[in-house]
């Protein structure tokens, strides 16, 4: 029962009117069971007052935190989502860069593959020159095989069969032929003369690199 006293002590002479009091429920107060006022409070009743008001306070401490979390995970979840897009922009960038680069590398490759042979044949017909002895003469030099396995038919004539077999030597001494062998010989008269017929196959082959001397394409290439 509540009561409230309208009348405070000191004051009765100014003051008229019922008294009234304010009193807590006995259960609140520690009364006793039955309503009397000298027994032990239950620890029940206290335990189904207190407990909810801790449970209340916990889940409002955790709404609060989850709240603050899930604003966090937003922000963060922004930034990852804007970081993707950034990262999505560089890598279509680099393989755009790196088919270009893929396109240019073919391109260069097509142009050195055919300037690796655009000499072939002069060096080869400067080692021909260079192994050509006295009294022999070419009359047919004809491509056999083409590059990279460069086979090459030569004709000519000469004074005798010495003079064969060191256009044959000299023209194994070159760099630039691995083999060089005699297909045939016969003796013919040409003009009157007695002369030696014959015909050398010879396979060409690139030299070291320290002996061929060359310009890049590009530079840095």
């Known amino acids: 029962m509540i009561e409230v006293n309208l009348h405070p002590a000191g004051k009765s002479g100014r003051i008229s009117g019922k008294r009234l009091s304010l009193r807590l429920?006995?259960?609140?107060?520690?009364?006793?069971?039955?309503?009397?006022?000298?027994?032990?409070?239950?620890p029940f009743t206290t335990a189904a007052i207190v407990v909810p008001i801790l449970a209340l306070l916990a889940v409002g401490w955790m709404w609060n935190s989850t709240r603050s979390q899930r604003s966090s995970l937003n922000e963060q979840l922004s930034v990852a989502v804007a970081d993707s897009a950034r990262l999505a922009d560089l890598r279509a960038l680099s393989d755009s860069l790196i088919a270009r680069d893929?396109?240019?590398?073919?391109?260069?490759?097509?142009?050195?593959?055919?300037?690796?042979?655009?000499?072939?044949?002069?060096h080869l017909l400067d080692e021909i020159g260079r192994a050509l002895?006295?009294?022999?003469?070419?009359?047919?030099?004809?491509?056999e095989a083409p590059l990279p396995d460069l086979r090459v038919q030569v004709d000519g004539l000469a004074a005798n069969p010495l003079a064969i077999t060191r256009f044959v030597r000299?023209?194994?001494?070159?760099?630039?032929?691995?083999?060089a062998r005699i297909l045939g010989s016969q003796q013919q008269v040409v003009d009157n003369v007695f002369a030696q017929a014959f015909q050398l196959m010879l396979t060409y082959e690139a030299p070291p690199a320290d002996l061929v001397e060359t310009e890049p394409i590009v530079n840095g290439l």
């Open 25 to 42: 429920p006995a259960m609140l107060r520690g009364g006793g069971r039955g309503g009397g006022g000298g027994g032990s409070r239950d």
């Open 102 to 122: 893929r396109r240019i590398q073919e391109r260069l490759g097509l142009v050195q593959s055919l300037d690796e042979g655009r000499f072939v044949w002069p």
């Open 133 to 143: 002895p006295a009294y022999t003469w070419l009359t047919l030099v004809r491509r």
């Open 170 to 179: 000299s023209l194994q001494d070159s760099p630039y032929i691995r083999e």
